[in-house]
């Protein structure tokens, strides 16, 4: 399902329960320098990221000063975050303007809250330009924070350079059925440099059966509940998504690749390291 940009007014874009993707929760929030949002959800955990600026979260007793320092786009610096336990409230205050992410997952369990910095976080860069695969993923909540948080997996991909593939050879995450798939919801949200570039994004249901594709823009965003989901960004374009991915029943991510195009794997230079990462 392709949501197209639109302003959400700080209201959720993936609500608690949604019909696609009930294990994911997502909201951008904008805020002004010394406004504040303030937020709960009871069964699910979530982290704030600051796509631009500088925000201090308040949750679960304690307060995390000066997260994030990004300025003019995602692209302007590394991102930092906050864990936000399940049933916890949560603040948080606008040091600059400033627009954040938060992303959830379904978990019953409550947890301890904790600060992703820049130096927490997991970089993986795999593929490569003959293979029109190159990218860079910046892990916020990945395998450096398994033992730390339930089933919340979040991270920012980039693709390096202008133009080309990502989530390629195509894969999908639909089913429970270890040790071959995991059940894991994906939402994204799209960024594109310059902010008038576009893309496009797959869903293929069935393996070698016609799917569908949604052309994406700046702020797009993106549910995949079900079938291989590969996306590109159009030449002369670099392309940035916010992805968020909640287990249903493991907080590792099993992805399944498609089939007719798995020998890819042995093609693009580094990918089974990206795979190991997801957990």
């Not at 864990?83 to 603040?91: C, E, N």
């Not at 992703?116 to 993986?124: N, Q, S, T």
């Amino acid at each position: 399902m392709h949501i197209p940009p639109f302003d959400n007014a700080n209201q959720p874009i993936v609500d608690v329960d949604h019909p696609l993707v009930p294990l994911n929760y997502f909201n951008i929030v904008k805020l002004k320098a010394g406004e504040t949002y303030d937020y709960q959800l009871e069964a699910y955990e979530t982290c704030i990221v600051p796509a631009t600026g500088t925000v201090t979260v308040e949750t679960a007793g304690e307060t995390f000063a000066d997260i994030g320092h990004r300025g003019a786009d995602v692209w302007d610096g590394d991102p930092e975050g906050v864990y936000v336990p399940t049933g916890s409230g949560a603040r948080i205050t606008a040091r600059t303007d400033t627009e954040v992410f938060i992303a959830g997952a379904k978990f019953a369990t409550a947890l301890q809250p904790f600060a992703i910095r820049k130096d927490d976080l997991d970089l993986v860069q795999y593929g490569s330009d003959d293979t029109k695969t190159h990218r860079k993923i910046k892990h916020i909540l990945g395998a450096n924070h398994h033992d730390r948080v339930g089933r919340l997996l979040v991270s920012e991909l980039f693709t390096v350079g202008a133009g080309g593939w990502s989530g390629f050879p195509s894969h999908k995450h639909d089913t429970d059925r270890l040790p071959d798939e995991t059940r894991h919801d994906e939402t994204y949200n799209f960024r594109f440099k310059p902010d008038y570039g576009s893309g496009l994004q797959m869903l293929q249901r069935v393996d070698n059966e016609p799917g569908d594709a949604y052309h994406i823009m700046n702020g797009s965003t993106v549910l995949i509940d079900k079938g291989y989901h590969p996306c590109c960004a159009l030449p002369g374009y670099e392309m940035y998504y916010f992805t968020i991915l909640g287990g249903l029943s493991q907080r590792s991510l099993k992805q399944y690749f498609q089939p007719t195009h798995a020998e890819q794997l042995h093609t693009i230079p580094g990918i089974m390291d990206m795979v190991a990462k997801f957990k």
